[in-house]
Nanobody, 122 residues
Framework: QVQLVESGGGLVQAGGSLRLSCAASGSIFSIYSMAWYRQAPGNQREFVARITSGGVTNYADSVKGRFTISRDNAKHTVYLQINSLKPEDTAVYYC????????????????WGQGTQVTVSS
């Protein structure tokens, strides 16, 4: 079973940037799709971005143009570059390892890391 460890969160002012990292172990990293989700207080966990094993990306509408997901298969790591942060981006960010289905749908796996907190002040 894959183990996922997120890092890179912090407290930033609106308009700032962060780079989140997620290190994976216990799986053949390169064959899986990876995704980022986030959960704000009182809200359900929501999809943010995903990247396939071939590097094809997809984003939630709320983050398009501001967030960039990437991966380094040699380092078994997926990244999320977050620019132009807004207070509504405040959440715990989680990564996930999953698979792709018909029509480009991402199917999350069962393993989740502890998450990394992103707090954006106005």
């Amino acid at each position: 079973q894959v183990q996922l460890v997120e890092s890179g969160g912090g407290l930033v002012q609106a308009g700032g940037s962060l780079r989140l990292s997620c290190a994976a172990s216990g799986s053949i990293f390169s064959i899986y799709s990876m995704a980022w989700y986030r959960q704000a207080p009182g809200n359900q966990r929501e999809f943010v971005a995903r990247i396939t094993s071939g590097g094809v990306t997809n984003y939630a509408d709320s983050v398009k143009g501001r967030f960039t997901i990437s991966r380094d298969n040699a380092k078994h790591t997926v990244y999320l570059q977050i620019n132009s942060l807004k207070p509504e981006d405040t959440a715990v960010y989680y990564c996930n390892q999953g698979t792709m289905g018909i029509g480009g749908r991402y199917y999350p796996g069962n393993s989740w890391g502890q998450g990394t907190q992103v707090t954006v002040s106005s």
